[in-house]
């Protein structure tokens, strides 16, 4: 017979011998044991351990300084080991090895002493393979025992060693260190609990033997501990009786152990009173340490056990095994309190710090169910006051399993304590820790269930949804310090979904979304941001989460999103503030730019003028602090240069040409330098005016821009390259004739001589403005005046760039190779390879000869893998391995339109399965591949799709939405996996014509 284990073994030490409790550094004086000390000194050192315990350091020292360690040499070690417990406690074990390093004698006493304490040390960190190998050393040392000078020590360590591979879950270990704990001397008391904990652990490992030899040897050893218990009537008598019995039972001789329980049941309950009066008296829960418990419980298993056989039994007495499970029928006409769910209801109730209160908590159920189906009544008189004392008591052995590292059986205690009251005070507590444990366990579906029970059941509980937030708050910094920031996302959104009213949540939802935003993930911000609009509408801190959504899709590039947040949410929601203040500037100035940006000049400058009006009649509505009011400046000064700007591109009032509105912006702009001449516009603005008066044709003008600007801005970029930015300026007011014409004197010189560096700089800045052909005129100056690689290797791959922006692809590829045949370990080698790749992966697409589309092809692959030689970070290999699925993309394109065959699906096969490696092989959460990751799922399902593979579409698109569920491409992937089932359905599941077998008619 195998009685259920309650999920708790540990050695119940505290209340039964206070000298395991710390760290005592003290020599025992019963029997002899350490009694070379003297007293007096004993009293001193005992002293200093008190002062340090109090923090006290400094004092503890002074009371050690007064010990004479050449009068007392017996004191040398206790006062050593005292010296090092204020650096185990600070943690500082560089520290603490230096000093035992430094001891003379490696071998002497003195030096052991030290090293068992920094092994004490790293047991009470926690740092338990620390420790484990400090001991080690020692006890293979001292294999027959410690020395006189050592007892003390040896003695306690060996004990400590024992709890913590109990905690470490290693119970044969533990026990080899009970046996050293008996190798030193002991006190009669010492040596009992010692001995008592050992027998308690070998029952535990005999139940859990699964040899039968091996099971026998442990009731041998059981039986020789208790032979040396059993002759003194205390607790570990006690404790003794009761292990007896369950020995027996799990011998299968229950009568023996029913027998044995009743012989001693007198001296049991005398000791279970004792400690129940002293529990009185002190307050301490000793009725924990009492035999009682596991007493009753055995009582209870074996009645239980014993009904069980008699109803599985047709011919069984249904009477006497309803009187085993709800006590013997009395005259009264009532039970008696002798069946096994009184007995399982004692153990729960009166003993629930025990360790068999839970299971006992089990089989009460149990047997209630089986009373009931036998047409019985259950009346129980359990407060619920009981049952919270009950709960309690079964979560703190939970949390105690949980901090050993024993997580597997402490999830189970948690369940177990959970069932108990599920709606309880406590309940928030422990699904929190049950979290916990499964995160430990790599577990992340049972987690995230319990993380999202927690939220869904005490969310809207105005009683305990503080609570219930906290605990999730725990949850996602314990999956942050884990680097798991998808679950932990997943975790902050579940609390910002249930607790909406939590003080932290306001802010907290605000700045996570801030912190996807700064790590670029802008589609997860704008849900979060909008979340924070939703939930928090008039705090200021939903104010702030509409600007922050037009800030991202500025990012995004889609301004005309950006314009909508700002004109029809944030600006009405800010006009609603009672002193808008800066708020309202800066959103109009957003406005303005945003128009700006796609080319809606007219509603520019109206946003634009509004800003100027405000802060240039009454700034001080606008601000309330020095930082406010330099932030409005530099509003001011953009708008005036922005309104400026726009006035060329306007159309012109009737009756005026178009030099009125050129004037306008001159004006504007030297009203700009006017009011603010240390503006970082100034320059620019006065680069501009001389754009305006070239335009203009009136040259003298523009010359006395130039050279003011020259005098006054002398160091400013637009003074260093005049030319270069008047032609760009004329370039932006859309005068390109002129302002080629400003270049082309720029890179002859004959605008004055400009070093290839700003040359370069100039080619740029034209390349990025569109203008191709002038820009590579830029860089083929810089290439025929350069000396060195500063200017030559740039400026190759810049021609590169522009040629290919001319669709001079087999230029480009040439230039290319010149700069790697130039520069073999270029700076430049991941984008000149990316260059050389895209020009030969597009002529391959066009190119008809299927050998030389091939070697193309081919080429473009190699430049990829050039690339992934030379930068091996992630967020490079993740666009690159994009880049080189695409080049296998465009070789079924290629190879439909001019080879066809089954290399079409061969191509696209090998896309697919490049595009897959990366998406089941890297690294989502990290922000420099996530991009990229999204785009492989994207580029790679509508191939999937093309090729028949529907199953695998619809697996990766769940994937996806899994991985990314405000990911940009969502709604694509939700329409690619509605287009994927349905071809399961149509082209798949529905079967074709009938292919007549072979011999058919």
């Given amino acids: 017979m195998r009685i259920s284990q309650p999920a708790r073994w540990i050695a119940l030490t505290a209340l039964a011998l206070p000298v395991f409790l710390r760290a005592s550094v003290l020599p025992a004086q019963e029997n002899g044991i350490g009694s070379g000390v003297d007293p007096v000194i004993k009293l001193e050192i005992e002293y200093a351990g008190i002062l340090q315990d109090e923090g006290l350091t400094e004092y503890a020292e002074m009371v050690m300084k007064r010990i004479d360690a050449d009068r007392h040499p017996e004191a040398r070690a206790f006062l050593k080991v005292l010296r090092l417990q204020d650096m185990i406690r600070r943690g500082k074990w560089e520290a603490i090895k230096a000093a035992i390093k430094a001891e003379p004698d490696q071998g002497g006493q003195e030096t052991w002493a030290m090293k068992l304490a920094l092994a004490d040390g790293y047991f009470a960190w926690g740092m338990y393979d620390n420790a484990q190998s400090e001991y080690e050393a020692f006890f293979t040392a001292f294999p027959d025992g410690p020395t006189p000078a050592l007892n003390v020590f040896y003695r306690d360590s060996a004990y400590k060693y024992a709890q913590m591979l109990i905690r470490m879950n290693k119970p044969a270990e533990a026990l080899k260190a009970y046996k050293r704990v008996l190798k030193a001397k002991l006190e009669q008391h010492v040596e009992r609990q010692a001995r008592g904990e050992m027998a308690e652990l070998l029952l535990r490992l005999a139940q859990e033997a699964a040899d039968k030899t091996q099971r026998q040897a442990y009731f041998k050893e059981i039986d020789d501990q208790i032979g040396k218990l059993i002759w003194i009537q205390d607790l570990w008598f006690g404790k003794s009786i009761v292990i007896m019995a369950h020995v027996r039972m799990l011998k299968n001789d229950v009568d023996g152990a029913a027998k044995l329980l009743v012989e001693y049941k007198q001296q049991l309950d005398d000791i279970d009173a004792n400690l129940r009066a002293e529990e009185a008296r002190g307050g301490e829960p000793l009725s924990r340490l009492s035999p009682m418990a596991q007493c009753r419980y055995l009582v209870g298993v074996m009645r239980q056990e014993e009904a069980e056989k008699l109803l599985a039994d047709p011919a069984g007495n249904r009477d006497r095994a309803i009187a085993l499970l709800a006590g013997d029928l009395i005259s009264t006409g009532k039970r008696a309190k002798n069946g096994a769910l009184h007995e399982f209801y004692r153990v729960f109730v009166d003993y629930p710090n025990t360790a068999w209160a839970a299971d006992a ?37 939970a949390r105690v399993l949980f901090n050993q590292g024993q997580h597997e059986k402490a999830a189970d205690a948690y369940i177990s304590g959970l069932e108990i009251l599920p709606d ?37 509980d105005e009683q305990r949804s503080r ?63 909008r979340q924070a609009e939703t939930n928090y509408p008039s705090s200021p801190l939903g104010v702030e989460a509409i600007a922050r959504q037009a800030r991202c899709y500025s990012e995004m590039g889609e301004i005309t999103n950006e314009i909508d947040v700002l004109q029809n949410r944030y600006l009405p929601a800010v006009s609603k503030v009672e002193r808008p203040g800066h708020q309202l500037v800066n959103g109009e100035f957003r406005l303005g730019n945003a128009y700006r940006k796609v080319g809606d000049i007219n509603r520019a400058y109206l946003q634009f003028k509004s800003v100027i009006d405000r802060l240039s009649t009454k700034p001080s509505d606008y601000q309330t602090t020095d930082e406010e009011a330099a932030i409005n400046r530099a509003l001011l000064e953009a708008s005036l240069y922005y309104r400026a700007m726009g006035y060329p591109k306007m159309k012109a009032p009737e009756g005026k040409d178009e030099n009125y509105l050129r004037l306008l912006a001159i004006q504007s702009f030297l009203k700009l330098v006017e009011q603010f001449p240390k503006s970082q516009f100034a320059p620019v603005a006065l680069s501009q005016v001389g754009a305006f008066y070239t335009v203009m ?49 720029m890179f002859s010189g004959e605008a004055g001589r400009y070093s290839p560096g700003q040359i370069l700089s100039a080619g740029e800045e034209l ?36 040629l290919i922006g001319l669709s001079r692809l087999d230029e480009a590829v040439k230039a290319l190779d010149e700069l790697f045949a130039r520069f073999p370990r270029s700076a430049y080698t991941v984008e000149a390879s990316r260059l050389q790749s895209a020009a030969q992966s597009k002529m391959a697409v066009e190119e008809p000869d299927e050998a030389v589309r091939l070697a193309r092809f081919n080429a473009a692959v190699e430049a990829m893998q050039r690339a992934r030689r030379f930068d091996t970070s992630a967020g490079v290999r993740a666009s690159l391995d994009v880049e080189t699925a695409r080049i296998y993309g465009r070789k079924a394109e290629a190879q439909e339109k001019y080879g066809k065959g089954p290399k079409v699906a061969e191509y696209r096969g090998q896309a697919a399965f490049a595009y897959q490696g990366l998406m089941m092989f890297s690294n989502p959460s990290d922000p420099e591949v996530r991009p990229h990751v999204e785009d492989a799922y994207n580029e790679c399902i509508p191939i999937l799709i093309e090729i028949g593979k529907y199953e695998d579409a619809v697996e990766d698109c769940d994937s996806y939405l899994e991985k990314f569920p405000r990911g940009k491409w969502a709604l694509n992937m939700r329409n690619y996996r509605n287009l994927a089932r349905t071809k399961l359905i149509t082209e798949v599941a529905t079967p074709g014509p009938a292919t007549p077998g072979a011999g058919a008619p």
């Fill in 697 to 745: 044709d009136k040259s003298v003008e523009a010359e006395e821009a130039l050279r003011r600007l020259q005098k006054e801005y002398p160091d400013s970029p637009e003074a260093k390259n005049s030319y270069f930015m008047l032609g760009m300026n004329l370039l932006q007011i859309g005068q390109r004739t002129k302002a080629l014409e400003m270049f082309k004197k």
């Fill in 467 to 529: 609570k219930a937030g906290d605990e999730l708050l725990r949850l996602a910094a314990l999956y942050d310090e884990k680097k798991n920031t998808t679950d932990r996302d997943r975790t902050y959104q579940v609390f910002f979904d249930r607790f909406r009213t939590h003080p932290s949540a306001p802010a907290l939802l605000v700045k996570t979304a801030a912190d996807h935003f700064d790590a670029r993930n802008y589609n997860d911000a704008l849900a979060l941001f």
């Fill in 767 to 802: 390349l990025k403005a569109g203008e191709a052909e002038v820009a590579l005129t830029a860089f083929e100056t810089v290439i025929a005046a350069s000396d060195d690689r500063s200017g030559v290797e740039p400026g190759l791959l810049n021609k590169a760039k522009a």
């Fill in 424 to 460: 309880g005070d406590l309940a928030t507590a422990g699904l929190g820790d049950l979290a916990r444990c499964y995160i430990e366990l790599g577990e992340p579906i049972l987690a995230e269930m319990t993380i999202r029970y927690l939220g869904e059941r005490f969310g809207a």
């Fill in 361 to 397: 908590g089990k089989r009460a159920k149990k047997v209630e169910d089986i009373l009931i189906g036998l047409g019985g009544k259950i009346t129980s008189n359990i407060t619920p006051e009981k049952l919270q004392a009950v709960q309690e008591a079964h979560l703190q052995t």
